[in-house]
């Protein structure tokens, strides 16, 4: 017999180019019962894209119903597109005791800790912010203007990160999984998420 270990969200933020991405990737495999959060989104789908495994696709319609009726976590605009973080996907599987992750804004993530008390907020750092330069730019994706003003906002943002439960340096990839596995492990172990009737139950006498 085992005792029964309540889910909880765990909420990864950091600059544009820290490898949250990345980092989650590498840690979702390695860690039992972690499911990546599914959100919501009016974009169209891709080629190869699953609906309900990739994202919920929703008409701009249903989106704004959504709103309307407080079923986001929380959401955000980007590049003409909707995207939001269901509260009904979230609970469910914390409901069956998995532990959710996912990656959004810093705002959004204040906006999830406010509606979701329980939820741990993880802030990624990259090591020096010369070297979050070089990511960007390795990357090729931005002109140098964009890439500048996304240093400027990241140096900008830094100062909610004692809003954060944890932070974690990405120095090395393999260090910063295993920094965030001790993190997830720590926090599912806590006495406040174990059920007591089943460690009752685990340790009585016979």
């Known amino acids: 017999m085992e005792v029964h270990l309540k889910g909880f969200l765990i909420v990864l933020s950091g600059p544009s180019g820290v490898g949250k991405n990345t980092l989650m990737n590498r840690v979702i495999p390695r860690i039992p019962n972690l499911q990546y959060s599914v959100s919501a989104t009016t974009r169209p789908p891709r080629p190869g894209e699953v609906d309900g495994v990739d994202y919920f696709f929703v008409s701009e319609e249903e989106?704004?119903?959504?709103?309307?009726?407080?079923?986001?976590?929380?959401?955000?605009?980007?590049?003409?597109?909707r995207y939001?973080?269901?509260?009904?996907?979230?609970?469910?599987?914390i409901q069956?005791?998995?532990?959710?992750?996912?990656?959004v804004d810093i705002q959004g993530a204040l906006q999830i800790k406010q509606k979701l008390d329980d939820a741990v907020l993880v802030f990624l750092l990259p090591p020096t912010w010369e070297e979050l330069r070089n990511r960007l730019n390795k990357r090729g994706k931005d002109p140098m203007?964009?890439?500048?003003?996304?240093?400027e906002r990241s140096f900008e943002e830094l100062?909610?990160?004692v809003d954060y439960d944890y932070f974690i340096v990405n120095d090395h990839l393999d260090k910063a999984a295993e920094r965030l596995m001790t993190?997830?492990?720590?926090?599912r172990?806590?006495?406040a998420r174990a059920d007591l009737e089943s460690m009752k139950k685990l340790w009585q006498r016979r």
């Open 159 to 161: 100062k909610y990160i």
């Open 63 to 81: 989106f704004d119903q959504m709103i309307a009726e407080d079923e986001f976590l929380e959401w955000a605009e980007f590049v003409g597109n």
């Open 183 to 187: 993190i997830i492990n720590a926090e």
């Open 96 to 103: 069956q005791g998995r532990t959710v992750i996912m990656d």
């Open 189 to 191: 172990y806590r006495v």
């Open 145 to 151: 203007e964009t890439i500048a003003k996304r240093l």
């Open 84 to 93: 939001g973080t269901p509260k009904s996907f979230v609970q469910e599987q």
